[in-house]
């Protein structure tokens, strides 16, 4: 399943950040067979460095709890980086508590989904905001 538009369209790029190697080994294929490019990294200030590297995700997809920095924190720094200040940011959490989605919608979140997540929700909440 390719992106939509010709072969010359621009690939997307999804930066994925977890601190659990099978989530990122999962997500990751499911998001390369659907077309996109993937940049891992394993923690928030493992993010920060590839950011800070050059890294220009069209989308970003953060776990939120994680040793050291947390997803919502890491959101907060992103948010700051003027490049990035509109890029789509989507959590991926096995918390469901409306306090936490309003406090990451604060921070600047433009999305959740709840882990587990079945490739189409996956594929189908990235559509909606890589709009």
């Known amino acids: 399943m390719r992106p939509p538009g010709s072969g010359s369209q621009h690939v997307k790029t999804i930066m994925l950040v977890d601190d659990s190697a099978t ?3 999962s997500i990751s294929g499911i998001l390369a067979k659907a ?5 891992t990294a394993s923690s928030a200030e ?5 950011l800070a590297a050059g890294t220009k995700p069209d989308l970003l997809i953060t776990d939120l709890n994680m040793p050291g ?3 919502i924190e890491f959101i907060k720094v992103v948010r700051q980086r003027a490049e990035l200040r509109f890029m789509p940011i989507l959590f991926l959490t096995t918390e469901s508590q409306q306090s936490k989605r309003a ?3 604060a921070a600047g979140a433009s999305g959740w989904i709840v882990k587990p997540a079945t490739a189409d929700t996956l594929l189908n909440t990235i559509k ?3 709009r």
């Open 23 to 25: 989530v990122l080994l």
């Open 35 to 39: 077309g996109f490019q993937v940049v």
């Open 46 to 50: 493992d993010g920060q460095k590839k």
């Open 69 to 71: 920095m947390n997803g």
């Open 103 to 105: 406090e990451a919608k």
């Open 128 to 130: 909606l905001v890589l």
